[in-house]
């Protein structure tokens, strides 16, 4: 056998060279090529995510480094220390080393799309239909008062991320591991750290375990102390370090409710201590709303004398205690008054609130003196205030966080025209999504109930497995949306605090209003097959489950009662009237 000289064999390919160029490649093309697929198949979710994507990009290059806003001192300059928890800080604190100002608003915008991403892809899991799942997102990306809350440097989306992660996390599986429980518990708990008003997310995680784990009751209590020892780790850790800073054991050391029920009582039949009276705000003092009352350095509530031998606290919660036993009902009227505002048509001022402008867009670097001021130059100065009761030092914006302000006239105008000109969810869709959710909310249980009924906890995990992990889905985000919105609401009004009813709402909506058509369509299928000749249905058709996207789901006589039959007749019947026998086909693709 003749050998090739050295110099004339063929070179080889070495692992690193062409060859894995080529199938790096083509690795390439093949995720490309499946991108543009799946963005095909999710054309309106991927309409919604680019326009989206479009808004944030203008609100980016309209305002530099980011806009600010008063609460904003807290977390760079640690004004009013123990005002409020501040795991945002922490948050900056990171990004800051690598970043400035505008580097945060970009993560944050960043943020509001994987939320929505988030959402979509736990609703199609469900078999949501796509269509009815990209509505369901279109308020967080395309809505106005979202993509100002993004480009402010506040904790607030950071929070909405927080909870939407958990959330998603808690549902993603039919039974939750003890893994996702561990990891939604130390998310939820996080999220109160950003803003106290996360610890109510406690609750739909509960709820959610309580409904969906089966094995009897020392398992749901087993996964249920899981849970909550994990939301309670971040919670208890923050607390104690407060604590050993020689600071109160809390998340922080204020939220009371003395500003609303200062705001709500008629102080002239109101029966009072002496020393209490100068607590009760005059008329004038009350129209300027529960914010001024809880938080200016000129409210009553600041500069009441305490006698010797008494404390401010201790004061305000007697005054607290007398307006309750005295005057309940105007304090109810206020705060459900409150509660409805939110479903208003359009977004305008409301008395004795935090101003809505401070929410909008601007025309021109927006100013809040004295926390916030802007020279002609641009140069920000910044009144710093340790406490209400003590004087304002000033200085300018560190350089390092950004530099001076700009602001691109044009494209911030277009953003303010688009804002006041109806880019914003309207309060009756909020509404509509309310209902739905609420009605969702209330099969899921009644289903619950009518299983526990017929066949006992054993019937826990095939129930969950079924349709029923729709309407869990709808009520776990309702709950969640009820809880947040609620409870804020105790303490003020405020077009801010609603924000997250736009992660929480329309899903829960959109969930609600599929698991109240699936139910109505059962119950048609199921009255035209009574009168029926039975057959024994197949076997394959009985092991069907929704749990995957894309599987059908079971008949409906599969669904209900303990006899599964079904007849040829009534199949026909349901494919002919579009029943959720393939997930593909519902959604009209």
Partial sequence: MIQQPPELAQPQASPAGPSAGASAGRRLRRLSARALTTAREHWLATALLVAGLALRVLALIAYHPALLYVDTLKYLYNAWPGADPLGYKVILKVILVF?????VAVIQHLL???????????LVRREVPRWLAAIAIAPVLLDAYQLQAEQTIMPDVWFEALAVAGIVLLLWQRVPSNRFLIATGLIFGASALVRQIGEVLILPGLIYVLIVVPGG???????????TVAFLIPIIGYSGLNYLRGEHFGLSSEGSIAGRIAESVDCATLKLAPAERPICPTPSQQAKGADWLE????????????????TRNGMISAFD???ESQQPLRIIGSYLRDTVRIFALTKDQVPGTTPISRWRFQASYPSYPPEITTRPDGQIILGIQVKTTQPFSYQPLNPAYGGKAEVDVPVAQFLRDYQLGGGYTPGPLLAIFTIAGLAGSLL??????QALRRRGRAGRADEASLAQQTALACLIFFTAAAGILLVSDIFEFSWRYQLPALVTLPPAGALGIWVLWRARHRVAVTTTTDDAQPVTAPASAIALSNDTPGTPAPGPALSTGSNPLITGAGILRRRAAGDLSGHRHDQGQ
Wanted: hydrophobic share 50%.
């Fill in 99 to 103: 970043g400035d100002l505008g580097t």
């Fill in 112 to 122: 509001g799309l994987a939320m929505a991403v988030a959402i979509y892809a736990l």
């Fill in 295 to 310: 938080h200016s350095r000129l409210s009553p509530l600041k500069t009441f004398p305490v006698p010797p031998g008494m």
């Fill in 321 to 323: 205690s007398a307006a």
């Fill in 217 to 227: 009751w020392r398992r749901i209590l087993r996964d249920g102390a899981t849970l």
């Fill in 444 to 449: 899921a249980l009644a289903r619950r109930a």
